[in-house]
C-alpha cells in the first residue's frame, strides 16, 4: 500500500482545506478525525479521486506513514492537543515528530517539546494564518520547537505557504519550542490592533462626515492603491460595497456591534505585561471588543448619558486625508509594539528571532499582509538590532508627516464624543516613545513616600530614598 508523506488530525475547514492543498502540491496525505464519519465524508466527497487515505483510527493513520512519521494535530487548543499527544507516543518511535497546527498558547508549546523530546520524538508548534482561504490556497506558516525536525516539514509547508513576488515562501523556521506559537500570537494581537484601527476610521467618516456605505467602500478602495495596500482594507472595502437584499440596506450597517474574540489578542495583551513591553493598541482592541460585548448596558447608558452635538463643517476631504494619515501612522505604531514585544521575547526565551524573515512570512497568506511589511523587512535587514520600527527611517519619516492630521483626527473624534481608543492610544505611545522626560518621576516619587522604594536621580548615581515628612526644609534624600 502506498505510504502517506504527512498525516493530519482534526478534519474542520481548516483541517481540511490544508489536506486539499497539501495533497494539490504532490503530497500524500493521510487523514482521521474523531468522529470518524467525517473521514467517510471527506474521503468520499471533497478529497474523493484525490491522493488522501481516509483513516479509521489513530493506529491505521501512524501504519499509513512514510518514517519519521509526521502527525499533524488541526484541533482545538488547549486540553485536546494533549489527548491527542498522550495518544500518538505509544505509537510512534524515535525521530517521528508530532506538529501542533492550532493556535496554542506558547507556554504550552514549551511545555509539549520538552514532554515530547524527552520521549525521543520531535516536536512541532507552527502558527497558521489565512483563515480557510488561506489554508486552501497558501497561508503564512510560522513553525518552532525541535529543530531537527525542520528538514523534515520543510518541503511540506515551503511548498503550500503562500509565496511573495520573487517566489518566497512565507514559512521559514522561526525558532526553538514556544517560537512559532509565540510570533503567531504577536501576529493575530496585529490583526487585532489593525482592525480596531479600521473600525475608528469608518465609524469617523460615518458619523463626522456623515458618508454613506458606498462613499466609504470608494474611499478605502482609494486607500488600498497606496501605502495602506493590504488585506484588511481589501476586504472592508468589500463590506461596505454588501448591500442586504431584503431591505436594501449595507449589510455592516445590520451587524449587531458586539464582536467577538478566541483570546489570542488577550494572550498577546497578557504576554506583553508579563515582559514588560508596552503594547497600547493592541490591548486597547482587546478592551474594545469587551466592552463592545455589553451592548444592552451600553443601550441604557445611552438613554441616560448625553455627549456632544457637533457636527465637522470644515472641509471634509482635507479630513478624510487626514484619516488616512491618521490610520497609517497608527497602524505602524501598532506593528512596532509588536515587534518590541518580539524583540524581547527574543531575549527572554533564548530565540533569536530574525525580524526581517518574521516580516517576509507576514508578507503573504495572513490576515495582516500589506504592502508595508516588505519595508518592515528592508529595515531589520539593514539593522537587524533596530530598537523599534518608529526608528527606522521610513516610518519616522511617514509618522511626523502624519502627525498634524493625527492629532487633528484624534482631538476632533474627542470634540464630537466618538471613541478612539486604539487611534488616541497609538498617539500616546508615540509622543511617549519621542519624549525624553515624562511624569514617571513624580510615580516614582509617590511610591517612595508611601513605601520607601527608593529613587535614583538625574543628577547623581546611587539610590535613594527621602523622608517626605520632614519639614521642607530640612530634607534630605540619601543614598540607600
Known sequence: MKKADIGLIGLAVMGENLVLNMERNGFTVAVFNRTVQKVTDFVEGRAKGRNIIGAKSIQELVDSLKKPRKVMLMVKAGKPVDDFINQLIPLLEPGDIIIDGGNSHFPDTIRRTKEVEEKGLLFVGTGVSGGEEGALNGPSIMPGGSEKAWSHVAPIFQKIAAKVADGSPCCEWVGKDGAGHFVKMVHNGIEYGDMQLISEAYYIMKHALGMSAKEMSNVFAEWNEGELDSYLIEITRDILSKVDKETGEPIVELILDSAGQKGTGKWTSQAALDLGIATPTITEAVFARCISAIKEERVAASQVFS??????????????????????????????????MMREASREYDWDLNFGEIALMWRGGCIIR???????????????????????????DAVEKAQDNWRLVVSTAVNMGLPV???SSALSYFDSYRRARLSANMIQAQRDYFG?????????????????????DEVTSDPV
Not at 373 to 383: M, P, R, S, W, Y
Request: hydrophobic fraction near 40%; charge should be negative.
Open 421 to 423: 481608543p486604539a487611534f
Open 370 to 396: 500589506a504592502q508595508f511589511l516588505d519595508t518592515i523587512k528592508d529595515a531589520f535587514e539593514k539593522e537587524p538590532d533596530l530598537p523599534n520600527l518608529l526608528m527606522a527611517p521610513y516610518f519616522k
Open 307 to 340: 455627549g456632544p452635538d457637533v457636527i465637522y463643517d470644515g472641509d471634509k476631504k482635507q479630513f478624510g486625508e487626514a484619516i488616512r494619515q491618521a490610520l497609517f501612522a497608527s497602524k505602524i505604531c501598532s506593528y512596532a509594539q509588536g515587534f518590541a
Open 452 to 472: 520607601a522604594h527608593t529613587y535614583k536621580r538625574v543628577d547623581k548615581p546611587g539610590t535613594f530614598h527621602t523622608e517626605w515628612l520632614t519639614p521642607s
